[in-house]
């Protein structure tokens, strides 16, 4: 069997916080493939930095194990493991020109300056900064900067390449840009990576897998797709994408679907996950108690009120016209808030405060979770 590129098991740390001690990264298991690009998303505090802290050796695991390659890592120092660590602040040395700094780990390590030239122009090369080596990091833009800061971390060839929000310093446009060289350079150099992010977009379009945490846990672990389109938790659905999330009445449940009461009247079915979730009390649906029902915005319509039963009657709060879509804000009758956002037509009715609706939730786009 190939040797997987990184293990965690049960990686969990702790820190002192005044009297208190405080799980800052609980239980995490993980297994990353060769090659693979893994982003860590979650809010901040939620445990993304000191996870990847351990898997680089500057903190050492409370608890669990890190193997690399087949080799149990936990606790072998950082200068031992062949990584390689991009932070946001990027930290080039000022006084440095371009070339001096991307060659600065291979002179530290010894190596000839023979070797050293032809390793630092590739590496430059890579990351499209050919014709600046004799600049100083002052004379660079941001982006630039942090290409250098690339090229010096790739140029000692890694086994496992780890970003911590590399691009949160970088003005919005730019940032885009550089989402999709990182992860084009990634494909290319076929390099083990592990990104932390706390930007959804940037999660969902670099990833091969996406890692979601919450409060030092991990909430689910899938792909892109499967992360928004089968949440696995309330909160993966609600930190994906803002679905809306309703508590609805179950009326019937069937071994894949369930039935809820729609406020007001009617009845609505869809899908019902049965999350294999890593910390829930209860997975179970019962008739009498709520479900939560994950929607989301570009997949409800807006139509004028009808009586159909299994529409939704909704009452518009605001509805703000975006040019390609209408952002609708809307109340259903149990009070509970629902966002839809409907592609704008040329001459399509734009519903106005105050006005009676009817919301039709597209059933295959519609889950069911535990309430
Ligand atoms: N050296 C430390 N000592 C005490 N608490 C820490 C230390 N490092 C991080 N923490 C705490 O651990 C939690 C997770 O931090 P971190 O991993 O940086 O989160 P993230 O990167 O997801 O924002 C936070 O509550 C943070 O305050
Ligand atoms: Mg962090």
Do not use: W
């Not at 049960?10 to 820190?15: A, I, L, S």
């Not at 030239?117 to 630039?144: C, D, H, I, M, T």
């Amino acid at each position: 069997m190939k040797k997987s590129a990184l293990e965690l098991r049960d990686v969990t740390k702790v820190f002192q916080k005044g009297n208190d001690m405080f799980r800052a990264v609980d239980m995490v298991n993980l297994s990353v493939a060769e090659g693979e690009m893994v982003t860590f998303l979650g809010p901040s505090g939620c445990g993304k930095t000191t996870t990847l802290r351990m898997v680089a050796g500057f903190e050492l695991p409370t608890d669990g194990r890190i193997t690399i390659r087949g080799a149990d890592m936990t606790n072998t120092p950082v200068n031992k493991r062949q990584i390689g660590f991009v932070f946001q602040n990027y930290a080039l040395f000022p006084h440095m020109s371009v070339y001096n700094n991307v060659a600065y780990g291979l002179k530290a390590r010894g190596e000839k300056e023979s070797v050293i030239r032809p390793k630092v122009f590739s590496a430059l090369e890579l990351v499209g900064l050919k014709q600046v080596e004799n600049r100083y990091p002052g004379q660079l833009s941001g982006g630039e900067q942090q290409r250098v800061a690339l090229a010096r971390v790739i140029v000692m060839e890694p086994q496992l390449l780890l970003m911590d929000e590399p691009l949160s310093n970088l003005d919005a446009k730019l940032r885009l840009h550089m989402r999709s060289e990182i992860r084009k350079l990634q494909k290319k150099l076929g390099i083990t990576c592990l990104y932390v992010t706390h930007d959804q977009g940037e999660a969902l379009t670099m990833a091969d897998r996406i890692v979601v945490m919450n409060k030092g846990r991990v909430e689910q672990i899938g792909t892109p797709f499967e992360i928004y389109s089968n949440p696995q938790s309330l909160f993966v659905a609600d930190f994906i994408g803002h679905a809306n999330v309703l508590h609805l009445p179950v009326t019937s449940i069937g071994d894949e679907k369930i039935s809820v009461e729609i406020p007001g009247g009617g009845s609505f079915s869809a899908r019902a996950l049965r999350p294999q979730v890593y910390h829930a009390s209860d997975t179970i649906y019962r008739t009498g108690s709520t479900a939560a029902l994950i929607v989301r915005p570009e997949n409800i319509g807006v139509i004028e009120r009808d009586s159909d039963e299994n529409h939704f009657a909704a009452v518009v709060v605001s509805a703000i016209f975006v040019g390609s879509h209408i952002e609708y804000e809307m109340t259903l009758k149990n009070g509970e808030a629902v966002k839809a956002s409907v592609p704008y037509q040329n001459g399509m009715t734009i519903f106005r405060e105050g006005q009676e609706v009817s919301l039709i939730f597209d059933a295959p786009n519609s889950v069911f979770l535990p309430s």
